[in-house]
């Protein structure tokens, strides 16, 4: 069973242990210390996309279906932006955004119109429908991430959060700042 030792408190080898532990027997020439970290993250975020995704279930929705409601009703009044600032905000292709687009648009929850400014350009704005699922979906969604995160002590999360801005920004690298990052 993996988790603590009663006895000592310290934490027993877990899968990621187990792994470089055997790596370690296989290629004693290569430092696997990274998998420590590496591992245990893509592993974490497995499980939490599968958390997640109750919730987004739960409401009919897929993850990126979610994304894109977020980034609607974060956008505040009028709840819209063009497809291309969608792909942006989520992290995906324009050809991925269309399909997810067309789904919610089937579903009634957004809609597409030509943009004032621009008779070539699409909008795509949450409906009243649209809006009202999402904010129950949302609701729901920021209490799970609470009962997720409710696994560390409080002083862990801070700390946890800290050191992994300090590491995305130094990874994303200093041009991150001028990219279009999402919000």
């Not at 009634?108 to 795509?124: E, F, K, P």
């Not at 700390?159 to 920004?169: D, G, N, Y």
Request: glycine share 8%.
């Amino acid at each position: 069973m993996e988790g603590t030792d009663e006895d000592t408190r310290a934490p027993l080898p877990d899968h990621v242990a187990r792994i470089q532990a055997a790596w370690r027997r296989e290629r004693p020439d290569l430092d696997v210390a990274p998998q420590a970290v590496i591992g245990r993250l893509h592993r974490l975020a497995a499980l939490l996309t599968q958390e997640l995704c109750v919730v987004y279930r739960r409401y009919g929705l897929g993850e990126g279906e979610f994304d894109v409601l977020a980034a609607l009703r974060r956008a505040g009044e009028p709840f819209e932006r063009a497809p291309g600032e969608l792909a942006a905000h989520t992290m995906v292709t324009t050809g991925a955004m269309t399909k997810r687009i067309d789904r919610l648009e089937r579903a009634g929850l957004v809609t597409r119109r030509r943009a004032a400014d621009d008779g070539r350009g699409r909008v795509v704005a949450l409906t009243a429908a649209g809006r009202e699922l999402f904010d129950r979906a949302f609701t729901d969604h920021i209490h799970n991430e609470h009962r997720l995160l409710s696994a560390l002590h409080p002083e862990e999360a801070s700390a946890l959060e800290s050191l992994l801005a300090t590491w995305l920004a130094r990874v994303e690298g200093p041009a991150a700042s001028d990219r279009r990052i999402p919000r």
